[in-house]
T-cell receptor, first 111, second 116 residues
Framework: GIQVEQSPPDLILQEGANSTLRCNFS?????LQWFHQNPWGQLINLFY???GTKQNGRLSATTVATERYSLLYISSSQTTDSGVYFC?????????????FGAGTRLAVHP | ETGVTQSPTHLIKTRGQQVTLRCSSQ?????VSWYQQALGQGPQFIFQ???????GRGNFPPRFSGLQFPNYSSELNVNALELDDSALYLC???????????????FGEGSRLTVL
């Protein structure tokens, strides 16, 4: 099956710093999503980005499907950005789709 | 707010018991998927329901079963609970058109199950 690798596994930042999170995947996929999981467990949709670049405020993402990776950029980080960031790829198989998640990047932003 | 609601939010069971978790999908979404997230790991796909039938399943034993109702809401049932079933159970809704699931998945806040 498809392997999804995220790096770095852990990241500690000072408020105001910028960061880049990476997601590599081992095979072609139909789609890719980035999520932020807050301390209460809620998975918050950040980007639905099978290819190209999108921006939403301080966050942006780029997926290069032909090279099988995606990047999530966080600029001017805030303490509320803390949590776990997941990359998940979607593969259509046997008449259904399922998301395959990476292990996540755990981000802590300190004031 | 994703519009996906799950209940209960927390529950404690003992080994061998049975549990039912519930999910209401986002308005306009006809497909529900369930995921299990163990502590410190990414979510793992359990199964997907479309048109009231299971149309895809991950690597989970038959004691994990589900239902989807005409209003697209869904239940996850787990029989003969084991200690390793302790996890956050996440429901996601999406839209299937034809044979393809199209668009994003939106997740509920999850049901945190502890098995003692």
């Amino acid at each position: 099956g498809i392997q999804v690798e995220q790096s770095p596994p852990d990241l500690i930042l000072q408020e105001g710093a910028n960061s880049t999170l990476r997601c590599n995947f081992s095979d072609s996929v139909n789609n890719l999503q980035w999520f932020h999981q807050n301390p209460w467990g809620q998975l918050i949709n950040l980007f639905y980005i099978p290819s190209g670049t999108k921006q939403n405020g301080r966050l942006s993402a780029t997926t290069v499907a032909t090279e099988r990776y995606s990047l999530l950029y966080i600029s001017s980080s805030q303490t509320t950005d803390s949590g776990v960031y997941f990359c998940a790829v979607e593969r259509f198989s046997g008449g259904y789709n399922k998301l395959i998640f990476g292990a996540g990047t755990r981000l802590a932003v300190h004031p | 707010e994703t519009g996906v609601t799950q209940s209960p939010t927390h529950l404690i069971k003992t080994r061998g018991q049975q549990v039912t978790l519930r999910c209401s999908s986002q308005s306009g979404h006809n497909t529900v998927s369930w995921y299990q997230q163990a502590l410190g790991q990414g979510p793992q796909f359990i199964f997907q329901y479309y048109r009231e039938e299971e149309n895809g399943r991950g690597n989970f034993p038959p004691r994990f079963s589900g239902l989807q109702f005409p209003n697209y809401s869904s239940e996850l049932n787990v029989n003969a609970l084991e200690l390793d079933d302790s996890a956050l159970y996440l429901c996601a809704s999406s839209t299937t058109s034809g044979r393809a699931n199209t668009g994003e998945l939106f997740f509920g806040e999850g049901s945190r199950l502890t098995v003692l």
